[in-house]
């Protein structure tokens, strides 16, 4: 039998205070920043997560708003950042929550500002939906013509948003789907932005399996800056492939159903403090 002599505490409170010490000025330099929303709806690359209605499939009239929220916590000096976003959504049966949890660093190489980082999208309740991935993007700007953004995810569990099923013993694995989106902005006016962008799902081969084909995701539209951190946008979504994705989402018998992938206009009212 071994023994372990624990220090009183009063020993290590020297210990403490000098650990407080070298964190206080790396606290001081962070930043932290927060944002509250309510859209008409969610969509994430494409596809709508407030769908499901009482018998757990999609339809035009179960489509509903979301309120989202979430915190970014960032090092200013060292490029390194943390952060949470959270929203209601109804596509998993048992659960009504989204809560991503990352964090990255960022640097800039030339004239590119480059991110590099991991992501984890929990969905309580369902652990069905639960996914990790890795990203990495590049922005470039230029006054006259905008800014554009390319970013790369490569997801790197076995579920990929309840599609390949691993959790549920299904043998099936989501992991190397990946992502990739550019998008574009540019100022038409000095409280007016323009929005568009363009993505690609490639699904990893055990997904595509089950019938569910890599997509193209799409987004256009406008946003409006009241100022004070408020801002208006409203935008043009959807993705392609519909129809594939409308027979996995509900009896072929109801005639009331619609695809995730649906082109729909949203709107989302945004405050950032």
């Known amino acids: ?4 002599l624990r220090p009183p505490a009063t020993a290590l409170l020297p210990v403490a205070l000098f650990a407080a010490c070298l964190a206080a000025p790396a606290l001081a330099r962070a930043q932290l920043t927060g944002n509250l929303a309510l859209t008409s709806g969610y969509k994430f690359r494409g596809q709508d997560q407030e ?25 200013a000096d060292t490029g390194w950042y943390l952060g949470n976003w959270n929203s209601s959504v109804r596509w998993l049966r048992g659960n009504r929550l989204e809560s991503d949890v990352y964090g990255g660093y960022r640097f800039k190489a030339g004239p590119f500002d480059l991110d590099l980082g991991a992501l984890a999208y929990l969905y309580p309740g369902n652990r069905a939906g639960n996914t990790r991935e890795l990203y990495a993007s590049a922005a470039w700007s230029d006054e006259a013509l905008g800014q554009f953004t390319l970013k790369y995810a490569h997801t790197v569990s076995r579920d990929y948003f309840g599609y390949a099923g691993a959790s549920g013993g299904s043998g099936l694995s989501g992991r190397g789907t990946g992502y990739v989106n550019l998008a574009y902005s540019r100022a038409l006016a000095p409280q007016l932005t323009l929005k568009a ?9 055990d997904i595509r399996s089950l019938g ?3 997509y193209a995701d799409y987004l256009l539209g406008a946003a409006w800056d009241f ?47």
Do not use: C, I, W
């Open 197 to 205: 962008s363009l993505g690609y799902t490639r699904m990893s081969g």
């Open 51 to 75: 769908v499901l209605n009482a018998a757990g499939f999609a339809t035009r009239r179960s489509v509903k708003p979301a309120v989202q929220g979430g915190l970014d916590y960032a090092f």
């Open 212 to 214: 569910l084909p890599s």
């Open 227 to 273: 100022g004070d951190g408020l801002t208006l946008m409203g935008a043009l979504q959807g993705a392609t492939r519909s129809g594939a994705y409308a027979a996995a989402t509900g009896p072929a018998a109801d005639a009331e159903r619609v695809s995730p992938n649906h082109r729909r206009l949203v709107a989302t009212l945004t405050k950032n403090f």
């Open 1 to 4: 039998m071994t023994f372990r």
